[in-house]
């Protein structure tokens, strides 16, 4: 119904930065919060950043000053700018949308992307 494809995933170094990239697409009236979660290799799932419509942001501790989302509402698109990236970044980043179709609610995830730093 809605799918999220996520883009921008790759292998750089401790330093470096990296931008992702989701788009949504479908069936879509509005969505109201996108998001990035990350998972690390032995790891539980976390919240990396969120946005809503409107662009209010929450993000990780781990991440504040270093990380910055933001989206374009026209194009159903959210990004995730990565600097001063740490071996501890490595992980696969997932894409999450919550939203209306026009008829139900959707709660979608991305099949994720890889991101490698090594030091």
């Known amino acids: 119904q809605v799918q999220l494809v996520e883009s921008g995933g790759g292998l750089v170094q401790a330093g470096e930065s990296l931008r992702l990239s989701c788009v949504a697409s479908?069936?879509?009236?509005?969505?109201?919060?996108m998001g990035w979660y990350r998972q690390a290799p032995g790891k539980q799932r976390e919240l990396v950043a969120t946005?809503?419509?409107?662009?209010?942001?929450v993000s990780a501790v781990s991440v504040k000053g270093r990380f910055t989302i933001s989206r374009d509402n026209a194009k159903n698109t959210v990004y995730l700018q990565m600097n001063s990236l740490k071996p501890e970044d490595t992980a696969v980043y997932y894409c999450?949308?919550?939203?209306?179709?026009?008829?139900?609610?959707?709660?979608?995830w991305g099949q994720g992307t890889q991101v490698t730093v090594s030091s």
């Open positions: 999450n949308a919550v939203g209306f179709t026009g008829r139900e609610n959707f709660d979608s």
């Open positions: 479908g069936s879509i009236f509005s969505i109201y919060t």
């Open positions: 946005i809503t419509r409107g662009g209010s942001t």
